[in-house]
């Protein structure tokens, strides 16, 4: 998968990164002293990198959790989001990391006690209430498990943590290790899923939809708390009978009463971010498709995105209960 | 394009050969040979001449993202004379800034560190090669294309069983000599990746022909012919203009009416 690995000389005997180096040859393997020094300079382009994307192991310092956005809960009070992992293996060309990020390469931030240490002070702070930890904004939260070890080190170290509820997101089929676990009640594999024809278009990479949703029926099965993105909504043509189509595929398989939650929202994208990707991939009918600006943000507009929302909405309610429906609301 | 940096002619000889690059006697400020689409300057010993002429090709040859190599010799501690390397961690020694070319190439080729120093060294650094110009090159190439195209290959002239000494210029050329296919096989290689980044319009050069169109329509022009191209994927836009589009105004209204209906279909 990853030819070329970096590894910040402050980890270089972290034991996670002795056993990742192992994989490779010694030939492959570059320090360096910063993760920055490669990751942040300017003329990088992530096309290009994107076609043979290096590992990078480091330390994550400073603050390691942040408050979400407002607009994205999926039913807690209170939200934060935390990445041990800054891009994705997967290269799907309507996600932001593209805009955001100058670099391609994956930066496993390999100090996940830290982040534990972090999610139990923030936890602290709202003893009582419940509060919800989402780890697949900058990257898929399993899609790299094999290697990270992530949910295998982390999941069993939220277990005290009473208040606390993890959300993991992928795309992945990356289950193997949560199967051969103790089912935690509040860590949510959540699985995010577009039309096929839209994956096979947009999600480079990519397991199939046949095969996420056997990963998310397996989990199921087993008793794991599972969760539906349909986010980004794509809009098209023939959205309707795609969507349509989606989730009569899905909750064939899929047993609609025992979901955490589902969220869905329409695609937007600031503004900076999207001329970034533009620039990456002019000829993308995704960004050819007529936009809007609104408030620093592109999306295909107020009235279409309520539309798109709404539908989704009343097709969701054939198969699931409302109280567990989250629309994305950028606020 | 591809703009192969030297420092010395010795280093040089056996890509000129190879290449059939030709001398520029045109231009006088650095020794330069080219031929289709390469470009080969010689600058001298060290980073200002270096930096000066990297910085004089870009600014002469005025080429969107070329690709850049540095190609020369290298000492290192016990790598073998004449084995050839990448790069893939520049440093300079003065400075202790560090470049990190990204490695694309498949498959890998064999790389290592590489420290560019001052002045010649006395000692062998555990772990790198040294040389007297990658920093300056990789510095100044940078400003002018995405760092994966900007890399550097060295070949090993010495070593602590063969320490340094006046090679001659035919010495030079015999360790340069053997490498040159697999030089030409990672030029070709980075060349293709470049390719991503070359969005040349052949439509957009015809329309800007035939209408005047201001600095800010121009833009807007080349934009709407990629969105068109990506939603209109078989048609050319050249065969749908209507007749009564006379002026690039008319124009550029007529392709924002046309996307604005049509839409994504998966």
Known sequence: MFTTLYIEEAVKDHPRVLDIRKRFSKRQIIECRHYGELFNPKHQNFRIQKQQPALVLAYK????????????????????????????????????????????????????????????????????????????????????EPLSQFARSFVPGLSDISNAWLELRTKSTQVRQLLDMDVAQQCVTAFSFTPEPIAKATEHGTPNLSQRIEAMCKLQRRGWPVGLRLDPLIDCTNFEALYRDLLETLFRSIDGDNIHSISFGPFRMPEGFFEQMVKLYPEEPLFAHSMSVNEGMVSYGLRREQEMRELLHTMLLDYVAPEILFPCINQ | ??????????????????????????????????????????????KTDTATAVGWAGAYLQTQQPLWLNVGMAGHVDIEVGCLRLAHRI???????????????????????????????????????????????????SRFSSIELV?????????????????????????????????????????????????????????????????????????LLQRYQALNRDGSVLDAIPENITNSKHLIKWLNESLDQTTTQY
């Open chain 1, 61 to 144: 310092h400073g603050e390691r959790v942040l408050p979400a956005p407002a607009g994205y809960s999926i039913g807690a009070k209170h939200n934060y989001y935390f990445s041990h992992m800054l891009n994705c293996i997967y290269d799907c060309r309507y996600c932001f990391l593209q805009g955001m990020y100058r670099s391609a390469h994956t930066v496993l931030f390999v100090n996940y006690e830290d982040f534990l240490h972090d999610i139990r002070s923030v936890a602290r702070r709202h003893n009582g209430e419940s509060v919800h930890f989402f780890s697949g904004y900058d990257g898929d939260s399993l899609a790299l």
């Open chain 2, 1 to 46: 394009m591809l703009i192969i940096h030297t420092a010395l002619h010795a280093e040089a000889r056996a890509l000129i050969e190879f290449l059939g690059l030709k001398r520029q006697h045109d231009i006088r400020q650095f020794a330069c040979f080219a031929a289709d689409r390469v470009f080969l300057i010689e600058s001298g010993i060290g």
């Open chain 2, 91 to 141: 440093e300079d020694q003065a400075s202790g800034q560090r470049f990190y070319p990204p490695q694309l190439l498949h498959p890998v080729p064999a790389s290592d560190n590489l420290i560019t120093v001052e002045q010649p060294a006395h000692e062998y650094p555990p772990d790198a090669m040294v040389d007297m110009e990658a920093s300056a090159f990789i510095r100044s190439a």
């Open chain 2, 151 to 223: 890399q550097s290959v060295k070949v090993i002239s010495d070593n602590l069983q063969h320490p340094p000494n006046r090679m001659k210029a035919a010495e030079v050329e015999a360790l340069m000599s053997p490498h040159m296919i697999q030089i030409d096989r990672i030029a070709q290689q980075l060349l293709e990746l470049r390719e991503l980044l070359i969005q040349e319009n052949r439509q957009a050069d015809l329309l800007l022909e035939r209408w005047h169109f201001s600095h800010y329509q121009r833009n807007q022009l080349k934009r």
